[in-house]
Nanobody
Framework: QVRLVESGGGLVQPGGSLRLSCAAS????????MAWFRQAPGKQRELVAR???????YYADSVKGRFTISRDNAKNTVDLQMNSLRPEDTAVYYC?????????WGQGTQVTVSS
């Protein structure tokens, strides 16, 4: 079964940057659109960014201009560069395919933006 592993989260001050990575256990990225999601405590999971197989990207309004999604199909990885981070970006970040493959949800990586 496909396994997705997120990494790169951590504690950062407002205005800081983090780069998240998602690695797949199988060669799936070359044929599947991918996305980053996030979920804060007490809130529903939301789409952050989505990327097509050829690199076309979509961003939620809340992160547009600050986050950049990218992928390396040869390495089966998808990254999320997060700049100008805000406290409201605090959440657990997950990656998955689009449409979502529910069995593929990983553990996520915690991003905390705080002074």
């Amino acid at each position: 079964q496909v396994r997705l592993v997120e990494s790169g989260g951590g504690l950062v001050q407002p205005g800081g940057s983090l780069r998240l990575s998602c690695a797949a256990s199988a060669s799936i990225f070359s044929i599947s659109p991918m996305a980053w999601f996030r979920q804060a405590p007490g809130k529903q999971r939301e789409l952050v960014a989505r990327i097509s197989t050829d690199g076309g990207a979509y961003y939620a309004d809340s992160v547009k201009g600050r986050f950049t999604i990218s992928r390396d199909n040869a390495k089966n990885t998808v990254d999320l560069q997060m700049n100008s981070l805000r406290p409201e970006d605090t959440a657990v970040y997950y990656c998955n395919a689009v449409p979502i493959r529910y069995a593929w949800w990983g553990q996520g990586t915690q991003v905390t933006v705080s002074s």
